[in-house]
């Protein structure tokens, strides 16, 4: 399966005053990346709350930042799962400069995991069923 792909731009609001999007702007971009992810899969996190009491909360994150992004500029985060396990999934999301307009540029890495959780105690769960095989839909190769 290939990556997932949410297109995003870059608004003055995400920028600092360098005209360079800010550091943090990132995991915003990435969190939204990862949410239309499993809408696009038919498994939204409000569903699994909603029927299981459950929720995915990230428990460890390293971010990468190898050019920066900047006012206007069209962005897309490449999401991809590396592995999935009882109640964790390993992801990848890449935050890319397309090749709309010259060759395609790697602007940052982010390697994270998500735990599933009881919304009641915030204890580790198993992932549902259909949103494990969601996930396993965008593990690489």
């Given at each position: 399966?290939?990556?997932?792909?949410?297109?995003?731009?870059?608004?003055?609001?995400?920028?600092?005053?360098?005209g360079i999007v800010y550091h943090a702007n990132y995991l915003r971009f990435a969190e939204r990346?990862?949410?239309?992810?499993?809408?696009?899969?038919?498994?939204?996190?409000?569903?699994?709350?909603?029927?299981?009491?459950?929720?995915?909360?990230?428990?460890?994150?390293?971010?990468?930042?190898?050019?920066?992004?900047?006012?206007?500029?069209?962005?897309?985060?490449?999401?991809?799962?590396?592995?999935?396990?009882?109640?964790?999934?390993?992801?990848?999301?890449?935050?890319?400069?397309?090749?709309?307009?010259?060759?395609?540029?790697?602007?940052?890495?982010?390697?994270?995991?998500?735990?599933?959780g009881r919304i009641a105690d915030q204890r580790p769960a198993r992932i549902p069923p259909r949103?494990?095989?969601?996930?396993?839909?965008?593990?690489?190769?």
């Open positions: 399966m290939t990556p997932h792909r949410y297109r995003l731009r870059t608004y003055y609001e995400d920028t600092d005053a360098g990346a990862r949410t239309e992810a499993l809408r696009d899969m038919g498994v939204a996190h409000a569903e699994m709350s909603a029927l299981h009491g459950l929720f995915f909360m990230v428990r460890r994150i390293k971010v990468d930042y190898l050019a920066p992004a900047r006012l206007d500029d069209s962005l897309e985060v490449e999401t991809t799962t590396l592995a999935v396990g009882a109640a964790t999934v390993d992801l990848r999301q890449d935050v890319v400069r397309p090749a709309d307009a010259g060759p395609a540029v790697l602007l940052a890495r982010l390697e994270l995991q998500l735990v599933c949103w494990r095989e969601a996930m396993r839909r965008l593990e690489q190769g």
